[in-house]
C-alpha cells in the first residue's frame, strides 16, 4: 500500500504509540519511524525491540523530518508535549495526537503551536496493559479512530491521515470535537468511572476481605478490575480535562440508578425486564458491528 506519510515520528512510546508503530512496521514498510519517550527505560526498551528506526534523545529531534508527528501521551502533557517537538516541527508537517479528550487537546495543541498544521485524532482502542511491551500491530483492525479537524483545517491534510488510519486497520469518522467528547464520555468515560468505584468499594468493605474479592470475582466483576487496572495518570488526565461532559453524564446515571433502586424497592420486576431487556439489545448491537465477540465467556477460553 502506498504510504500516506514517509517519516512519521512517535513521541510516546506506551501503548498506543508502541502499536502504532508495529502497525507501520507491519502495513508501511516503506515509512521510516523515529521515536521518543520522556522515560530514559522507555527509550532503552524501545531500542531493544526494534521499535522505531531511530529513538531520539529529545522530542524535537524525533520531529525532525518528520511529515506526520503524533503526540501519544497523557491529555494533561499534551502541550508540554507540542512544546517540546516544536522546534524540529517542519512547517508542512502535520501534527496529531492519540488523546480521548478532543476540544481541551485541540486547544492546548492550538496554544503551543498557534502556526501548525493541526488534525487531532482519537482511535478508540486499548487495553488496560501499558508501557511499551504492550503494544500490538492488530490494536487498531475494526476499531474506529475519530478525526477532530478544526473548521479550516486543510482537507488535504484530513484525508492523508484518514488514509495513514486506515491503513492501520482502523474505520475512520470524522465528528466535532465538543461532540465527540459527550459521546466518549457515555462510552468510554463514565463507565472507567463506575469501574474504578465498584473495585474500589469492593476493596473497601470490611465484612469481606481482599483475599475473597480476589478468589471469588465471577465475570461480571473480573471485567471490571480488567477495566480498573488502567493506566492511572492517563485517567486522571482524562476525568479533569473532560470535567463537564463526564459530570453531565454522571448526573444522569445517578438519576438512573435511583430509578432502579426505585424499581427493587418496589419489586417492580416488568421495569426490571423492561431495563434488562433494553441493556441487552444494545449488547447484541455491539457484537454485531464488530466491536466485541460474542463467543461463550467473552472468547476467553474458559476460567
Request: net charge negative; proline share 5%; aromatic share 6%.
Amino acid at each position: 500500500m502506498d504510504t500516506p506519510f514517509h517519516n512519521v515520528a512517535i513521541v510516546g512510546l506506551g501503548l498506543i504509540g508502541s502499536s502504532i508503530a508495529r502497525a507501520v512496521h507491519e502495513r508501511l514498510p516503506a515509512t521510516r519511524l523515529s521515536g521518543f519517550d520522556l522515560d530514559p527505560a522507555v527509550r532503552e526498551r524501545a531500542r531493544a525491540l526494534a521499535l522505531v528506526d531511530r529513538v531520539a534523545e529529545t522530542a524535537a529531534e524525533a520531529a525532525q523530518r518528520a511529515d506526520l508527528v503524533i503526540l501519544c501521551v497523557p491529555v494533561g502533557a499534551m502541550a508540554a508535549a507540542a512544546e517540546a517537538v516544536a522546534s524540529g516541527l517542519s512547517s508542512e508537517a502535520l501534527l496529531s495526537d492519540v488523546g480521548s479528550c478532543k476540544a481541551f487537546v485541540a486547544e492546548e495543541l492550538r496554544r503551543a503551536l498557534p502556526e501548525a498544521r493541526i488534525v487531532p485524532a482519537h482511535p478508540v482502542a486499548g487495553t488496560e496493559n501499558s508501557g511499551p511491551d504492550a503494544g500490538f500491530a492488530a490494536l487498531f483492525q475494526g476499531r474506529w479512530c475519530i478525526l477532530t479537524p478544526e473548521e479550516d483545517a486543510d482537507p488535504k491534510d484530513v484525508a492523508r491521515l484518514a488514509a495513514f488510519w486506515t491503513a492501520l486497520g482502523a474505520r475512520v469518522e470524522r465528528m466535532d470535537a465538543r461532540h465527540h467528547d459527550v459521546v466518549l464520555a457515555v462510552t468510554s468515560h463514565l463507565p472507567h468511572l463506575i469501574a474504578f468505584t465498584i473495585v474500589g468499594t469492593a476493596s473497601d468493605l470490611e465484612r469481606v476481605t481482599e483475599g475473597e474479592v480476589i478468589k471469588y470475582s465471577a465475570g461480571g466483576f473480573r471485567d471490571f478490575t480488567r477495566i480498573a487496572a488502567s493506566n492511572p495518570a492517563m485517567w486522571r488526565d482524562i476525568f479533569l480535562t473532560n470535567k463537564e461532559a463526564v459530570l453531565a453524564m454522571l448526573r444522569q446515571f445517578n438519576a438512573d440508578l435511583a430509578g432502579l433502586e426505585q424499581a427493587i424497592v418496589a419489586e417492580d420486576g416488568p421495569a426490571l425486564f423492561d431495563l434488562f431487556t433494553r441493556t441487552a439489545a444494545i449488547r447484541r448491537g455491539i457484537v454485531e458491528q464488530g466491536q466485541d465477540v460474542g463467543k461463550p465467556d467473552f472468547g476467553r477460553g474458559g476460567g
